[in-house]
């Protein structure tokens, strides 16, 4: 069993940085695979990115490509996301996720994914 919890949203301008963390419960979260997902207002909820247990793979939407960095520390069984150059319509709730092992490529389906986090409030103003 694992419990994920996400803090580290807020309010920030258009252009600003925000580090979201994601705090896991459960001795054997460094072998889960971990994504990071977001539901804007009237949307479905979508991918943003995902890393496997070795950290040396990650995974990127399009739309944050290039923006957003996903990381994690084994050791304080934490996960990252780095979002730098916000923009407006990256406002939405932000949800960290872990796929059970054993995890080759960590999916972008929120299906695929076990354990989820309440999620945090990202909000960018224009």
């Known amino acids: 069993q694992v419990q994920l919890v996400e803090s580290g949203g807020g309010l920030v301008q258009a252009g600003g940085s925000l580090r979201l963390s994601c705090a896991a419960s459960g001795r054997t979260f460094s072998r889960y695979a971990m994504g990071w997902f977001r539901q804007a207002p009237g949307k479905e909820r979508e991918f943003v990115a995902a890393?496997?247990?070795?950290?040396?793979?990650?995974y990127y939407a399009n739309s944050v490509k290039g923006r957003f960095t996903i990381s994690r520390d084994n050791a304080k069984n934490t996960g990252y996301l780095q979002m730098n150059s916000l923009k407006p319509e990256d406002t939405a709730v932000y949800y960290c996720a872990a796929q059970r092992p054993p995890v080759a490529v960590p999916g972008t389906e929120e299906g695929l994914y076990d354990y989820w986090g309440q999620g945090t409030q990202v909000t960018v103003s224009s």
């Open positions: 890393i496997n247990w070795s950290i040396g793979n990650t």
